[in-house]
């Protein structure tokens, strides 16, 4: 089980680490910045000493995090090693996987899915078409944008979760049960939910978005794009 230090820090660039297991072209480290991909989000890259991380998942195991390697790279267990994060990259990550908690709060409307890559993010909501005006979100999202609001987790139990339904937003994706505390990202009169993804500390920080496009997806599923301009 490895020390998930974005959980705590997200703005965290790089550590110390030890690698504890190599798995093929992925490498198990005992405490990581790299957050794997889960929850909409992608997967970090970067480097780990001299290897390049192209990607970044879970394993099997609760806290296990698998950094996968370029192919051909050698790196032995028990081998101490500077981890550093493609920072720009990450932070990009951020701003988008917040921006779609904003985005959460404007379209009044179960969310059935969702994405956020480091050039675009989307969530999909179970709504009629004509009530998505493009216009009117996008002035809507930069203005709570502007608030300069400040983000902050807390922290509750499976049980505590299971009697507020209402924090669990995302049909298609649940909080893991059975592993510890569930972490809550909360952006004070704008949105509450369960969440476990990386975020920056005010919505200020996301700068300007654009609403790239709005599609159909299927009968339950309404597709909103936001990109950062």
């Known amino acids: 089980m ?3 230090l974005f959980r705590e820090d997200p703005y ?3 550590c110390e680490a030890t690698v504890v297991a190599v798995h093929g072209d992925a490498v198990e480290l005992d405490r990581t910045v790299f957050y794997p991909l889960g929850g909409g989000q992608a997967g970090d890259t970067g480097k780990i000493g001299d290897w390049r991380v192209i990607d970044t998942r879970k394993g099997p195991l609760p806290d296990q995090v698998l950094h996968v390697l370029e192919p051909g790279s ?3 267990a028990g081998g101490k090693v500077e981890v550093q994060l493609d920072w ?3 932070h990009r990550l951020m701003r988008l996987h917040t921006a779609l908690h904003l985005l959460g709060s404007v379209v009044k409307a179960s969310v059935t899915g969702g994405r956020i890559n480091d050039d675009k993010a989307h969530l999909d909501f ?3 078409m ?3 005006v493009k216009d009117a979100i996008e002035a809507q999202v930069n203005e709570l944008v502007k608030t300069g609001t400040a983000t902050r987790a807390q922290w509750i139990t499976d049980a505590e979760l299971d009697a507020r339904p209402e924090l669990v937003r995302t049909m298609s994706v649940a909080p893991p049960r ?3 505390p569930v972490r809550l990202l909360e952006i004070p009169g704008i949105d509450l939910q369960a969440c476990g993804g ?5 919505t200020a920080e996301i700068g300007l978005l654009k609403v790239m496009r709005i599609r159909s997806e299927g009968k339950r599923n309404k597709r909103v794009t936001l990109e950062l301009a």
């Open 198 to 202: 990386t975020h920056v500390a005010n």
């Open 74 to 76: 050698n790196p032995a």
């Open 2 to 4: 490895a020390q998930l």
């Open 130 to 132: 004509e009530r998505l």
């Open 178 to 180: 059975g592993e510890g």
């Open 88 to 90: 720009e990259r990450r």
């Open 126 to 128: 179970d709504i009629e």
């Open 12 to 14: 965290l660039k790089g």
